[in-house]
Antibody, heavy 122, light 107 residues
Framework: EVQLVESGGGLEQPGRSLRLSCTTS????????LTWVRQAPGKGLEWVGF??????????DYAASVRGRVTISRDDSKSIAYLQMNSLKTEDTAVYYCTRDQFASGYYMDVWGKGTTVTVSS | SYEMTQPPSVSVSPGQTARITCSGD??????AVWYQQKSGQAPVLVIYEDTKRPSGIPERFSGSSSGTMATLTISGAQVEDDADYYC??????????FGGGTKLTVL
């Protein structure tokens, strides 16, 4: 069974940093891109960024709203992806989901984790 | 920036057909994807490539797309289909975009 489990969320002060982890199982992690999506309380889904598989360079792209403050990385040996968030803002408060991606017919997310909650408040 | 527009809410009685639309200028050249999100849960993929249904998704869920509009149809909606539904696609440059979401009420 394909599983993605996010962790690392919690309460953090504005300006501080936080690293989220996405631990996966049930599929060949190295062969897939992974995406982070967030959802602010009572709001819709917002794409944060994604990281390509090493076969496609292993590079990451980010939404304009987080670019420069966020870094997505991956450890294929551990089947874990990370979302490093710096200079946190109150508007970063959200549930953060990790997803497995498909690219065969356009880019979309086929399996989602249950999410981890990040609260940024003083 | 590119937007995909959904109605905020749709309401049907159990057994009726629910249709949720999503409009976007890039849809004639891009596939539409649909996610279901029940209260307090993570999104679940219900339709991909405009019309395909992942394994485990009931046959009452179907998708279609014509021109700049994609449609998610739930034939014979059940109470358990009460959820938020999000369309998703990419713009002409490949940037990912979610629709604003539609709250489907089945009661």
């Amino acid at each position: 069974e394909v599983q993605l489990v996010e962790s690392g969320g919690g309460l953090e002060q504005p300006g501080r940093s936080l690293r989220l982890s996405c631990t996966t199982s049930g599929f060949t992690f190295s062969g897939y891109a992974l995406t982070w999506v967030r959802q602010a309380p009572g709001k819709g889904l917002e794409w944060v960024g994604f990281i390509r598989s090493k076969a496609y360079g292993g590079t990451a792209d980010y939404a304009a709203s987080v670019r420069g403050r966020v870094t997505i990385s991956r450890d294929d040996s551990k089947s874990i992806a990370y979302l490093q968030m710096n200079s946190l803002k109150t508007e970063d408060t959200a549930v953060y989901y990790c997803t497995r991606d498909q690219f065969a017919s356009g880019y979309y997310m086929d399996v989602w984790g249950k999410g981890t909650t990040v609260t940024v408040s003083s | 920036s590119y937007e995909m527009t959904q109605p905020p809410s749709v309401s049907v009685s159990p057994g009726q057909t629910a249709r949720i639309t999503c409009s976007g200028d890039a849809l004639p050249k891009r596939f539409a994807v649909w996610y279901q999100q029940k209260s307090g849960q993570a999104p679940v993929l219900v339709i991909y490539e405009d019309t395909k249904r992942p394994s485990g998704i009931p046959e009452r869920f179907s998708g279609s797309s014509s021109g700049t509009m994609a449609t998610l149809t739930i034939s014979g909606a059940q109470v358990e289909d009460d959820a938020d539904y999000y369309c998703y696609s990419t713009d002409s440059s490949g940037n990912p975009v979610f629709g604003g979401g539609t709250k489907l009420t089945v009661l």
